[in-house]
């Protein structure tokens, strides 16, 4: 009985498990063979992100958990995001655990008072970069430790 496909990579090989009791039983096997290996959370495991829109900085993050909470929800985290990692936005995420209640969070229209409107949140697809201390070309030389938007 075939319970995972072996695909070549540059590091080594993947092994694609055929459904998820498989999986559970290969990572099993490498823990107790002591085996180095990468695992990732299963789908049916993953944490539902929602970001809800139209929530102001004066709401502190407390006082929505406590009001999901009032409304039958149990939020793990509350997120408020910040542009710059400065200035708060009138966004929030909810992580909540994958369960049918929590689902429900996305038809909600009214929170704390307020109009609100809830979304899958999207993960980028581009890798997040750091300017601290890279190389930049600035009048044609290299400077080191000057990030992009400086004024040289």
Request: charged share 25%; with cysteine.
């Amino acid at each position: 009985m075939l319970i995972a496909v072996l695909v070549a990579v540059d590091a080594g090989i993947r092994i694609l498990a055929k459904t998820e009791d498989d999986y559970r039983r290969i990572v099993r096997l490498f823990r107790e063979e002591d085996v180095l290996h990468p695992t990732f959370p299963l789908p049916s495991e993953r944490n539902i992100h929602a970001v809800v829109r139209g929530i102001p900085a004066i709401f502190s993050e407390q006082e929505i958990k406590g009001e999901l909470e009032q409304r039958g929800y149990t939020p793990l985290h509350i997120i408020r995001l910040k542009r710059n990692g400065i200035a708060p936005m009138p966004l929030v995420v909810v992580i909540l655990p994958k369960i049918e209640k929590s689902q429900q969070l996305f038809n909600e229209h009214e929170l704390l008072g307020l109009a609100i409107r809830v979304e899958v949140q999207k993960n980028s697809k581009l890798i997040g970069q750091c300017h601290h201390g890279q190389r930049f070309m600035v009048d044609g030389k290299t400077v080191e430790g000057v990030s992009s938007n400086s004024k040289v």
